[in-house]
């Protein structure tokens, strides 16, 4: 028997009608914010499916850009979003799309920071306030930003996730996922763990060190 969370049932703290529609939007755009380090001053979301036929009536669009603000679900000035990034000075714009075959609450995020540099995010809002992170910067990938999440590009060469398993192990810090995408045997390929216990900076270090590993990320618990 499946054990259901009371959380499932009534759903996350948020400001807005919809779980899928306001609360995981706004987790998408906060995950989007982290990938992004440095200042944004210019954002597109291209709007997928049912995100593209209701975010303006369900709030999706505000939540969106609240997220990239670093607002959570239940930051009521998720309502002022947009007043908010003018002040600001982020240029910001929302485009109806079809993505293909999605997830029907999906979202791309193209970001520009102030030296110029692009980034872009594909995420789903798949209920509950849930989310899933399938593409950040054209690699594909899935994480739900649930758990401490180490993110890199690496070789795809014999023993490079022993290497960064070892690693893990040696600081005691347990994987409770660990997924690996590439393109075509031997290229560039992208590693996904998930962790149950807090990922230190000196951690991320000794794993980018390693030689086939060529950009390293991390997304705290929830995109915080």
């Known amino acids: ?23 995981g939007a706004a987790k998408i755009g906060s995950v989007a914010r982290r990938v992004c380090k440095d200042k944004i001053v210019e954002v597109d979301f291209y709007l997928h499916g049912s995100f593209a036929q209701t975010y ?29 990034a003018e002040k600001e000075g982020m240029k910001f714009a929302f485009h109806q799309v079809d993505l293909g075959d999605v997830h029907p609450n999906t979202v791309k995020i193209v970001m520009k920071d102030d030296e110029d ?37 690496h ?31 031997g290229s560039l390929a992208s590693m996904v763990i998930e962790t149950d216990n807090k990922v230190t900076p000196e951690i991320l270090e000794e794993i980018q060190a390693i030689p086939t590993i060529k950009q390293i990320m991390f997304i705290d618990a929830d995109g915080r």
């Open 56 to 84: 303006k009536g369900h709030g999706t669009a505000k939540a969106l850009l609240g997220g990239i603000l670093g607002m959570s679900p239940c930051d009521e000035r998720i309502k002022y979003s947009y007043k908010i």
């Open 155 to 185: 070789l795809d060469k014999p023993g490079t996730v022993a290497k960064v398993s070892s690693i893990l192990a040696r600081y005691d810090i347990n994987i409770a996922f660990l997924k690996v995408f590439r393109q075509s045997r």
């Open 1 to 23: 028997m499946m054990a259901v969370s009371i959380f499932d049932v009534i759903g996350p703290v948020m400001v807005g009608p919809s779980s899928s529609h306001t609360a």
């Open 117 to 153: 540099r692009k980034h872009e995010l594909i995420g789903s809002s798949i209920g509950g306030g849930k989310i899933l992170i399938t593409n950040i910067d054209g690699m594909e990938m899935e994480f739900t930003a649930e758990y401490p999440t180490i993110i890199n590009k």
